[in-house]
């Protein structure tokens, strides 16, 4: 089995900064893509930014320069730092984690939410 724990969210006045954390722990072989999405109220789920195993990274256009996602292999642990925040980047925010097994398998695996509010 395999868990995700994230953490970071909360509420933030425009222009502000936040920075989110998933970690996966468990029967982890290796990591695939790790990815953030976010889901605001009435919408759908949309792709916020993901980064490889070889640490190619892209974004949503709505995000671009304005927030950068890394990893930390050691950690199984991805992050998303978000600067110059705006109101209509208020969502919850899903990570996302492919991961090999141990003992073979591949299995793609949702965290539970973190709300970010951006308001004044």
């Known amino acids: 089995q395999v868990q995700l724990v994230e953490s970071g969210g909360g509420l933030v006045q425009p222009g502000g900064s936040l920075r989110l954390s998933c970690a996966a722990s468990?029967?982890?072989?290796?990591?695939?893509?790790m990815g953030w999405y976010r889901q605001a109220p009435g919408k759908e789920r949309d792709l916020v930014a993901a980064?490889?195993?070889?640490?190619?990274?892209n974004y949503a256009d709505s995000v671009k320069g304005r927030f950068t996602i890394s990893r930390d292999n050691a950690k199984n642990t991805v992050y998303l730092q978000m600067n110059s925040l705006k109101p209509e980047d208020t969502a919850v925010y899903y990570c996302?984690?492919?991961?090999?097994?141990?003992?073979?398998?591949?299995?793609?695996?949702w965290g539970k939410g973190t709300l970010v509010t951006v308001s004044s």
């Open positions: 996302n984690i492919d991961i090999n097994l141990n003992g073979g398998g591949r299995m793609n695996y």
């Open positions: 468990g029967s982890i072989w290796s990591i695939n893509t």
């Open positions: 980064i490889t195993s070889a640490a190619r990274t």
